[in-house]
């Protein structure tokens, strides 16, 4: 997790100042922070006798502050003891990019995924999966952390661990001759590692997992004992292992992988800002990113906290549904982080979807990290829990690279435009402004709503709500983004393989989010006019498990060139919606439209 970005030109001085010479004006730097942290910071430095600038702009949860230098580190040391973050704040080198950096993260919220995430590679990842060994990861947590106890971006310390870590990466790749490692330098001494394996089919669509190589001491950052070993050792030797059971299973993904190990993240997010930088104004197009920092402490009962903040809607749901595929049993909880709080913030700010699981909330991570405390020894001698955190990331690897390991056959892949169930290229609707709800315009052997449904009532990603016909009939608006109802997916196919025709049998596949397999309670309806719909009722189902799951049902296309299907899902939990309807009201409620042509 990062401290703060003190830039390259805070140099930590410990020569005096002759007492005849006249002592310099200290310099001055622009920062941006979130605006929910400023009173309890301001209130924790006038607590040291230090005064707080007042705003010079605000936009959209950020705001603009100019301070001295000295300043700095008491604003990341009040930062970590009020807030329990790290640090929540990024220092510039003037206004001008200060106010930009606020403009970016405003414009950040609207980025949109590139690519129709889907699961459909499980052989590969149960191969790369099955490799996945903590002796490995704990291996390179011990290395890093006691052979380099401070990777503070600036000393050579920081430097040599670098070019190790791009030896081990070199080591790994060896014979393979679609693998490249090298260094990113700049202007500092620590360097960020990059190894690439080629694309082989979509080359140049990318795919990322990162995490941050520097640590820091925040009493002592130069020359202080940092082992860093939760911070983020544990999140690069978890890539790390990712990239060891891709070589060692013989994987080659259908999208170029790049894993990142980033210079300077304590400091202000500089490696990684830097390197998105040049990837947006290079034009790479990076269709999903991963950030692992801090993998290996068990600070709470859930396994994954997924940060919703900065971070991509569909990628996070990607994320959701990899762990209830390939990890059953664990559980994902939606978790803040806050302004700039580690490296996808610097991928969401160039406009690239990113996401970030963590090892607990805010509040109950390791107490230790930012410190000599931060040890291997510390979280008990063993990488366990960073085990999770690495069979994600290879599911990750997997399904959203695509490609194969060594003896299975590549799913398919696509770029957008396809069905997020299975990745076929299906006939996948738009928004209809006529309709008000999603539409498949041509005929075809099925009708997919990708992304459109996705949420409810401005929970999550959802567009164009409530999307039922006419907009008449508005969904509750209680809850939160997939800890509560929703009905995500809708599709229409036949069952023969053929074309949507009068008189065919087609299957309904609804995927919801479920709160409960017992209170929760999906009503499929369908209608051969959407123009003037009747609607026909189908059945009433309820949920198989709770999260996200496919709910599907049976029903024969009856004559007319447009039709339409409804899916109402309705919390039955002391609201009254004990009865099927075609526009329940309670407040956890969704109710969506598909609208597609037959022949």
Same mark, same amino acid.
């Given at each position: 997790?990062?401290?703060?970005?003190?830039?390259?030109?805070?140099?930590?001085?410990?020569?005096?100042?002759?007492?005849?010479?006249?002592?310099?004006?200290?310099?001055?730097?622009?920062?941006?922070?979130?605006?929910?942290?400023?009173?309890?910071?301001?209130?924790?430095? =006038?607590?040291?006798?230090?005064?707080?600038?007042?705003?010079?702009? =605000?936009?959209?949860?950020?705001?603009?502050?100019?301070?001295?230098?000295?300043?700095?580190? =008491?604003?990341?040391?009040?930062?970590?003891?009020?807030?329990?973050?790290?640090?929540?704040f990024i220092t510039h080198e003037s206004q001008a990019e200060a106010f930009a950096a606020v403009e970016a993260d405003n414009a950040s919220q609207s980025v949109?995924?590139?690519?129709?995430?889907?699961?459909?590679?499980?052989p590969s990842v149960n191969a790369l999966l099955d490799e996945v060994r903590e002796t490995e990861i704990r291996s390179t947590i011990h290395a890093l952390s006691t052979n380099w106890t401070n990777r503070y971006y600036n000393v050579q310390s920081g430097a040599d661990a670098s070019i190790w870590l791009e030896n081990k990466w070199t080591t790994i790749a060896a014979g393979r001759s679609d693998i490249t490692v090298e260094l990113f330098p700049h202007s500092w001494r620590q360097s960020s590692v990059i190894a690439t394996i080629q694309g082989t089919t979509l080359p140049d669509e990318v795919v990322v997992i990162g995490g941050h190589l520097d640590s820091i001491n925040l009493s002592d950052?130069?020359?202080?004992?940092a082992p860093g070993a939760d911070d983020d050792a544990s999140g690069v030797a978890s890539v790390t292992e990712v990239l060891r059971v891709a070589v060692l299973n013989g994987y080659k993904p259908a999208r170029t992988v790049k +894993?990142?190990?980033?210079?300077?993240?304590?400091?202000?997010?500089?490696?990684?800002?830097?390197?998105?930088?040049?990837?947006?104004?290079?034009?790479?197009?990076?269709?999903?990113?991963?950030?692992?920092?801090?993998?290996?402490?068990?600070?709470?009962?859930?396994?994954?906290?997924?940060?919703?903040?900065?971070?991509?809607?569909?990628?996070?749901t990607q994320i959701r549904n990899l762990v209830a595929t390939y990890q059953p049993g664990l559980t994902v909880v939606s978790a803040g982080c806050g302004y700039a709080c580690s490296d996808h913030a610097s991928w969401t700010s160039a406009g690239y979807p990113a996401s970030m699981p963590f090892e607990a909330s805010l509040s109950t991570m390791n107490p230790t990290i930012h410190g000599e405390g931060d040890t291997l020894e510390f979280m008990?001698?063993?990488?366990?829990?960073?085990?999770?955190?690495?069979?994600?990331?290879?599911? +990750?690897?997997?399904?959203?690279?695509?490609?194969?390991?060594?003896?299975?056959?590549?799913?398919?892949?696509?770029?957008?435009?396809?069905?997020?169930?299975?990745?076929?290229?299906?006939?996948?609707?738009?928004?209809?402004?006529?309709?008000?709800?999603?539409?498949?315009?041509?005929?075809?052997?099925?009708?997919?709503?990708?992304f459109l449904l996705d949420g409810r009532a401005g929970l999550g990603p959802e567009s164009n709500a409530p999307n039922t016909l006419n907009a008449g009939c508005a969904d509750g608006a209680s809850g939160s983004y997939h800890g509560d109802e929703s009905i995500d997916h809708l599709k229409v196919s036949t069952t023969d393989g053929t074309n949507l025709a009068a008189g065919k049998p087609v299957k309904l596949e609804a995927t919801v989010y479920a709160y409960s397999t017992t209170a929760d309670k999906l009503d499929l309806y369908y209608t051969a006019d959407a123009a003037n719909p009747l609607w026909t009722f189908i059945g009433t189902y309820s949920p198989s498990s709770t999260g996200t799951t496919t709910?599907?049902?049976?029903?024969?296309?009856?004559?007319?060139?447009? =039709?339409?299907?409804?899916?109402? +899902?309705?919390?039955?939990?002391?609201?009254?919606?004990?009865?099927?309807?075609?526009?329940?009201?309670?407040a956890y409620d969704d109710h969506d439209d598909l609208v597609f042509t037959v022949q």
């Open positions: 997790m990062r401290m703060s970005r003190l830039g390259a030109a805070v140099v930590w001085l410990a020569c005096a100042t002759p007492a005849f010479a006249k002592a310099p004006l200290e310099k001055e730097v622009w920062i941006t922070l979130g605006t929910d942290a400023l009173e309890p910071v301001r209130g924790a430095l =006038q607590g040291r006798g230090l005064t707080l600038a007042a705003p010079t702009y =605000q936009k959209g949860g950020v705001t603009v502050l100019r301070v001295s230098e000295s300043q700095v580190e =008491q604003l990341a040391l009040a930062m970590h003891d009020k807030l329990n973050r790290c640090a929540g949109v995924a590139l690519i129709t995430y889907d699961i459909n590679n499980a950052p130069e020359t202080g004992t +894993f990142m190990a980033y210079a300077g993240e304590e400091v202000g997010l500089l490696g990684s800002k830097a390197i998105a930088d040049s990837f947006k104004s290079s034009g790479v197009n990076v269709v999903g990113v991963l950030q692992l920092d801090m993998t290996n402490y068990k600070g709470n009962t859930f396994d994954f906290g997924l940060v919703v903040d900065r971070t991509n809607a569909a990628l996070n008990g001698g063993t990488a366990a829990n960073s085990v999770k955190f690495a069979k994600l990331g290879a599911s +990750f690897l997997a399904e959203v690279a695509k490609g194969a390991t060594e003896g299975n056959t590549p799913p398919p892949t696509n770029s957008g435009g396809e069905d997020p169930d299975d990745g076929r290229s299906l006939n996948t609707a738009t928004f209809d402004a006529t309709y008000m709800a999603p539409r498949c315009a041509s005929a075809g052997l099925d009708c997919g709503s990708g709910i599907s049902a049976t029903y024969t296309l009856p004559a007319g060139d447009v =039709q339409a299907i409804r899916a109402n +899902f309705r919390y039955i939990g002391g609201n009254g919606n004990s009865t099927a309807s075609i526009c329940s009201s309670g």
